[in-house]
């Protein structure tokens, strides 16, 4: 069955840090994988998705990800955490021809002063 | 600006008496789904139309009723809230085809009492 793990339930990073979230994704072909970010008491915006091409993806606000198929991940990254980027980030994976994602458990960053 | 706009932002009800929580949007997307998101939890699908179509979880309670009368709005009805239904719900909106990834609305947080 497809699924997706994100290890890490709570970061926390200092200010002007580099970032990295994990995620994993179990799924049979190519996957089309999403991070989305979400503020308290707001829907989910999205940063950054991968289906194809370069392995190492832009997105908006300084994040980037990376794609390894040998490794089954997809993890996010910035590379100096601004106190704004406090926020719940969610991996998904879209379920081929469904039009449905599965989300992963997310992960709660906290940015230090 | 092309959105997807959820109404109302906070709505509390009393247990057991019928709500409808409405989306609407602007970005022409056949695609519109419904997320029921509990504190700290990964957002859960209950239920997507694919234009008319309706598609249902198979865990989606059957308190819970979808309408969709156009291409722009969709509406939750609740039929019976319990206290376990209180929860953030949220509507996305996606293109149909693989990759394009969600658009979601800002929720709406459902209070039962």
């Known amino acids: 069955a497809q699924s997706v793990t994100q290890p890490d339930i709570h970061i926390t990073v200092s200010e002007g840090a580099s970032l990295e979230l994990r995620c994993n994704y179990s799924y049979g072909a190519t996957p089309y994988l999403f991070w989305y970010v979400q503020s308290p008491g707001q829907g989910l915006q999205l940063l950054l998705k991968y289906f194809s091409g370069d392995t190492l993806v832009q997105g908006i606000k300084g994040f980037e990800a990376e794609f390894k198929r040998s490794q089954s991940s997809f993890n996010l990254r910035k590379p100096s955490v601004h106190w704004s980027d406090a926020a719940e980030y969610f991996c998904a994976v879209e379920s081929s021809g469904t039009y449905k994602y599965i989300f992963g458990t997310g992960t709660r960053l906290k940015v230090l002063a | 600006d092309a959105m997807v706009i959820q109404n109302p932002r906070y709505q509390v009800t009393q247990f057991g008496k019928p709500v409808t929580l409405s989306c609407s949007q602007t970005?022409?997307?056949?695609?519109m789904y419904w997320y029921q998101q509990k504190s700290s939890q990964a957002p859960k699908l209950l239920f997507h139309y694919y234009d008319k179509d309706f598609n249902n979880e198979a865990d989606t309670p059957d308190n819970f009723q979808s309408r969709r009368p156009n291409t722009s709005f969709c509406f939750l009805d609740i039929r019976s809230p319990g206290l376990g239904d209180a929860a953030m719900y949220l509507c996305a909106t996606s293109r149909a085809g693989t990759g394009y990834g969600y658009t979601f609305g800002s929720g709406t947080r459902l209070t039962v009492v």
């Open positions: 970005l022409n997307h056949n695609v």
